[in-house]
């Protein structure tokens, strides 16, 4: 009995030991969790960093992102791919354009990886469940055929009109801010653009996902709710799952919001649905309602569930919410940045003062896509694909990956790769997208800012499963700027800071947003 306790005690110091010393760690991570068969060519690499217990290298992304960066770059260039760590589990990132391609390809994604998203953000499963991005490969193509229907780029039009008036509020807003600091004699004004666009993003997905279903207030209440779940689900403590179940008020107060968003959603869908069957020639509440269009939309006889409605409206919703409001946030603030840029984008506006519709939404005004292109390159919000996990063993270029290897794409480090963008890749330069024929309109006026450049650009994904909201997300981008420039001036007040050094980013689990300091911008009425 005592052997025994002594034995116990040596390996639970020793483990201890271990776990204190990164290095350490690091090695023992390795011998235990390791996924990629060694070979000659990679025999000798090591993680892209020393992982620290229990979070691995993500609690060094989030505390120091320019260094992990950096070294993501490195690794890119001179391997084409690096790994890193996520509590126990191992993920190889790409980076180079053969590789990316290849993950990215049906023989890959569809026939030799599923996603699992489910280990690394347990919140998103339970807001999520099987939402379209959430799934495997073998669901995601019965749901993706029933999906397209009610969000394909055919239906874009029809959420248009949503997408107008939440930008018209959102000018409107600003206009009443302009007249409030006139008032005081002074000409411009502060402004968290954080907080504004946010508010402008989760208001226009909100009112698209549930059209009329739902007064303003209440679409204004549980977009709220959903953002602070979304916020929450992307930080390394709720990557616990003994920690999310717990008893403790911010898991308990998290899963009572998830618990009210699915309620209020499924209740729709039985209404709707029932009233379709007392009287099938029913019309939608209203145009451009995604989750009536959801519910409406089929493969044959093949029809969402009541669930999959559901976790699909949401699904839809966050993956626009955060991603659109944090890349309308950093537009701001480089337009802030480069004064000319804002200049040229007027013009070219006060050169098209037609109505906006949707071929302008998607690929009209060439410099201002070549604007929003260049600043979701250097900063996408999303700050890796999601993660491909391997069915069986598999080549992945030089790498041989066992079943079960997890596999991804750092867009962060893809974006300024210089094997890939050239020796100004960290360069902040929109007209390089006007100065090259890929990712251009058939007619080679305009430019698609989804396009992934035969997957040089990753931001929207590339090969089969590219985000499919991508285009509705492009409109409320477009559409919000195009009426901001044409009425305000955006000014930076914080230069001296970032000429200094200083960076305007920083990371959690998942995104890349700009620091509350600096999303604080001035709005001088023009």
């Not at 403590?237 to 403790?248: E, G, W």
Request: hydrophobic share 35%.
């Amino acid at each position: 009995m005592l052997l025994s306790v002594l034995v116990l005690a040596v390996v639970f110091v020793g483990l201890l030991w271990v776990i204190r010393r990164p290095r350490a760690y690091s090695v023992l991570l390795d011998s235990c969790f390791n996924m990629i068969q060694r070979n000659e060519s990679t025999r000798r690499l090591e993680p892209l960093n020393d992982p620290i217990f229990p979070f691995g290298n993500i609690s060094q992304w989030v505390h120091n992102p320019g260094d992990m960066l950096k070294r993501a770059s490195k690794n890119y260039e001179e391997y084409g791919w690096y790994y890193s760590w996520t509590l126990f589990t191992q993920t190889v990132s790409v980076g180079k354009v053969e590789y990316i391609k290849q993950m990215c390809s049906q023989n890959f994604t569809i026939r030799s990886s599923t996603r699992d998203l489910h280990v690394r953000f347990p919140v998103w499963t339970m807001l999520f469940g099987e939402g379209l991005f959430m799934v495997g490969s073998d669901k995601w193509k019965r749901m993706h055929k029933i999906a397209i229907r009610g969000m394909g780029s055919n239906k874009l039009r029809f959420y248009l009109p949503a997408v107008l008036e939440c930008s018209d509020r959102v000018i409107s807003h600003l206009q009443d801010s302009a007249k409030e600091a006139e008032k005081k004699n002074k000409s411009e004004f502060l402004v968290d653009t954080e907080e504004l666009f946010r508010n402008y993003a989760t208001e226009a997905i909100m009112s698209i996902g549930f059209g009329q279903s739902l007064a303003y207030n209440e679409i204004s209440r549980l977009g709220k709710k959903f953002v602070n779940v979304m916020e929450k689900g992307s930080t390394p403590i709720y990557m616990v799952n003994a920690y999310i179940f717990s008893p403790l008020p911010g898991p308990t107060s998290l899963r009572r919001d998830i618990g009210e968003l699915h309620s209020t959603c499924r209740q729709i869908v039985r209404e709707y649905r029932h009233a379709k069957k007392k009287e099938p020639s029913t019309e939608p509440q209203a145009i451009g309602c995604l989750l009536q269009a959801l519910c409406d939309a089929s493969d044959g006889d093949d029809m969402f569930t009541e669930e999959e409605c559901v976790h699909n409206v949401y699904s839809f919703i966050g993956a626009g919410i955060d991603t659109t409001s944090t890349a309308l946030t950093h537009c701001a603030l480089l337009l802030s940045l480069y004064p000319e840029i804002q200049d040229k984008i007027r013009t070219e506006l006060k050169e098209d003062e037609g109505k906006f519709d949707i071929s302008k939404a998607l690929t009209g005004y060439p410099y201002l896509s070549a604007f929003i292109k260049e600043t979701l390159r250097l900063y996408p919000p999303i700050i890796g694909l999601p993660i491909r996990k391997t069915t069986t063993k598999t080549k992945l270029g030089q790498l041989t990956l066992r079943s079960g290897a997890c596999v991804s794409c750092n867009s962060l480090a893809v974006g300024r790769a210089k094997t890939v963008w050239g020796e100004d890749a960290s360069v902040f330069r929109p007209s390089r997208f006007l100065e090259t024929s890929e990712g251009r309109t058939r007619d080679k006026k305009g430019i698609d800012i989804t396009n992934s450049m035969g997957s040089k650009f990753v931001t929207f994904g590339a090969g089969v499963r590219t985000c499919i909201g991508k285009n509705l997300s492009v409109m409320e981008v477009k559409s919000v700027l195009s009426k901001l420039l044409r009425n305000f001036e955006i000014i930076n007040l914080h230069k001296d800071k970032l000429n200094k050094g200083r960076k305007h980013w920083k990371m959690n689990a998942a995104f890349c947003r700009v620091k509350p300091e600096f999303a604080r911008l001035a709005f001088r009425p023009i």
